[in-house]
């Protein structure tokens, strides 16, 4: 008896929770702007002795020009730190590198032609200019051209 009753208190509670709307729903924006907003290039280590990951962001000086959708910048390697010594800054390249990049809500980034995949370290920007394809919300998508013209250690 005790079974059944739970039984049907659960088929209830299934009846009571589904629902039948299918009008009236509020549509939800679709955006439209596909733009690279920010980008920031960072040097990740494995710190034996704090047996953990870490993380300097370096220098960047950029321009973003929305017009012609290209980014200009200059990296600058920070100075050696306690935890960010000598022997770990000399090791910083254009060819040890992640990039992170802010973009317009919804908008999806993917590399163009031999650009370095976002996310994945380290990534390779000896070449210095990069072209990446940001994809809006509602499908319009451009090609954002990033040039490093310097890089200072």
Known sequence: MKALYNYLVLLLLIVINTSCLKAGLDDLET???????NIRFEYRWWDESGKRLRVIEMGTEK????????IVCSIKVPDATQTFTTEIRNQVSLSTLAINVDASSSARISPVGGAPAMGTFPSDF???EFVYKVTAGNG???NWTIRITNFVK
């Open 31 to 37: 955006y439209n702007q596909n733009d690279i907003t």
């Open 126 to 128: 000896s070449a210095k």
């Open 140 to 142: 319009d998508d451009a």
């Open 63 to 70: 321009t973003i020009d929305n017009n012609a959708k290209e």
